[in-house]
C-alpha cells in the first residue's frame, strides 16, 4: 500500500508543472481503522508543500450524510459549502457510500451532481477524497459516471495483521507512559485472531477499545493491591478480554426468561 501511495504521490508532483496535471481526488477503500484519514491529512500537507495545494492546514472532514440536506433544494448549498470550507486544502468524506442514490432524483444524486462539478470547477486547488467500504463504495462510483473521470487514484487499505495490531497496542502503551510485560503478546496476539473474524473489523479502533479496557484494569489492581507502579501485566489484559467477551455474549442473547 505504501508503494502505491508513493507512487500517487509521485506521479501528481512529477506533473505538477504541465497542462494535464492529474486531478488530486482520490477514494481511499477498506474497513474502518486503517489510516485513510491520518493518510489523507498527510496527502495534504504533502501536496502544499509542493505548493499543489495552497493551505497546509485546510482539512474538512465531513461523514457522507453531513452532505445530505432535510429538505428540497438545500442539499446543493450544503455541498458547496463544504466544499468552500475545504478550498485550498483537502475535503475527506468518510463513508461517502453513504450517497449512493436510494432513489431516482434522490436528495444524494442532488449532492452527487454538485461534488462532482465541484470537483472539475476547483481541481486546481482542492482534492477531495471519497472514503469507506471497498463494496459499497464501489457502487457509489458505479453510480454515476462522472466519477471516473474525476476520480484517478484509488488505494485499497488492508486490515491490519494481528502483529501489527500488536504494536499499535505497544505504541499506545508507551505515549500513556506504561511498561508491558514480556508474557501479554500472546494473550493480545490471539485476542486478534478472534475477534478480526467478526465482520466490519475496525483495526486500530479495536485496539484502542481493547488498550482502554486494560488500562483499566490495570488501575483497579493496582488500587486494590495497594501498588505504585505503571506495568500492564497479563493478568490485566486477560481479565479484560473477559469482560468484554462477557459483554458481547450477553447482547447476542436472544430469548425470554421465565
Same mark, same amino acid.
Given at each position: 500500500?505504501?508503494?502505491?501511495?508513493?507512487? $500517487?504521490?509521485?506521479?501528481?508532483?512529477?506533473? /505538477?508543472? &504541465?497542462?494535464?496535471?492529474?486531478?488530486?481526488?482520490?477514494?481511499?477503500? %477498506?474497513?474502518?481503522?486503517?489510516?485513510?484519514?491520518?493518510?489523507?491529512?498527510?496527502?495534504?500537507?504533502?501536496?502544499?508543500?509542493?505548493?499543489?495545494?495552497?493551505?497546509?492546514? /485546510?482539512?474538512?472532514? +465531513?461523514?457522507?450524510?453531513?452532505?445530505? #440536506? &432535510?429538505?428540497?433544494?438545500?442539499?446543493?448549498? +450544503?455541498? &458547496?459549502?463544504? $466544499?468552500?470550507?475545504?478550498?485550498? %486544502? =483537502?475535503?475527506?468524506?468518510?463513508?461517502?457510500?453513504?450517497?449512493?442514490?436510494?432513489?431516482?432524483?434522490?436528495?444524494?444524486?442532488?449532492?452527487?451532481? @454538485?461534488? $462532482?462539478?465541484?470537483?472539475?470547477?476547483?481541481?486546481?486547488?482542492?482534492?477531495?477524497?471519497?472514503? %469507506?467500504? @471497498?463494496?459499497?463504495?464501489?457502487?457509489?462510483? /458505479?453510480?454515476?459516471?462522472?466519477?471516473?473521470?474525476?476520480?484517478?487514484?484509488?488505494?485499497?487499505?488492508?486490515?491490519?495483521?494481528?502483529?501489527?495490531?500488536?504494536?499499535?497496542?505497544?505504541?499506545?502503551?508507551?505515549?500513556?507512559?506504561?511498561?508491558l510485560? %514480556?508474557?501479554?503478546?500472546?494473550?493480545?496476539?490471539?485476542?486478534?485472531?478472534?475477534?478480526?473474524? &467478526?465482520?466490519?473489523? #475496525?483495526?486500530?479502533?479495536?485496539?484502542?477499545?481493547?488498550?482502554?479496557? =486494560?488500562?483499566?484494569?490495570?488501575?483497579?489492581?493496582?488500587?486494590?493491591?495497594?501498588?505504585?507502579?505503571?506495568?500492564?501485566k497479563?493478568?490485566?489484559?486477560?481479565?479484560?478480554?473477559?469482560?468484554?467477551?462477557?459483554?458481547?455474549?450477553?447482547?447476542?442473547?436472544?430469548?425470554?426468561c421465565?
Open positions: 500500500m505504501f508503494f502505491e501511495l508513493y507512487k $500517487i504521490f509521485f506521479q501528481i508532483i512529477q506533473n /505538477k508543472d &504541465k497542462e494535464k496535471m492529474p486531478m488530486l481526488h482520490m477514494c481511499f477503500l %477498506g474497513n474502518p481503522g486503517t489510516g485513510k484519514t491520518t493518510v489523507a491529512r498527510i496527502f495534504g500537507k504533502m501536496f502544499a508543500e509542493q505548493k499543489i495545494l495552497s493551505d497546509e492546514n /485546510k482539512f474538512v472532514e +465531513v461523514h457522507g450524510r453531513d452532505l445530505i #440536506a &432535510k429538505y428540497v433544494g438545500w442539499t446543493a448549498a +450544503v455541498t &458547496k459549502q463544504k $466544499i468552500k470550507e475545504a478550498e485550498g %486544502g =483537502v475535503l475527506f468524506i468518510d463513508e461517502a457510500y453513504s450517497l449512493t442514490p436510494r432513489y431516482r432524483n434522490g436528495y444524494e444524486q442532488e449532492a452527487i451532481a @454538485t461534488l $462532482i462539478k465541484e470537483m472539475e470547477d476547483k481541481r486546481d486547488n482542492l482534492c477531495v477524497i471519497l472514503a %469507506g467500504y @471497498t463494496e459499497e463504495m464501489y457502487e457509489l462510483l /458505479k453510480s454515476n459516471p462522472g466519477f471516473e473521470s474525476r476520480i484517478q487514484f484509488k488505494v485499497q487499505f488492508p486490515d491490519y495483521t494481528e502483529e501489527e495490531l500488536y504494536e499499535i497496542f505497544k505504541l499506545m502503551a508507551k505515549e500513556e507512559g506504561y511498561k510485560s %514480556g508474557q501479554i503478546k500472546e494473550a493480545i496476539v490471539k485476542y486478534f485472531e478472534y475477534d478480526k473474524k &467478526k465482520e466490519n473489523f #475496525a483495526n486500530a479502533r479495536e485496539v484502542r477499545n481493547l488498550f482502554e479496557k =486494560v488500562e483499566f484494569e490495570q488501575a483497579d489492581r493496582v488500587i486494590r493491591n495497594e501498588e505504585n507502579e505503571r506495568l500492564i497479563k493478568c490485566d489484559v486477560e481479565n479484560a478480554i473477559n469482560r468484554m467477551d462477557k459483554i458481547e455474549i450477553k447482547q447476542s442473547k436472544i430469548g425470554f421465565m
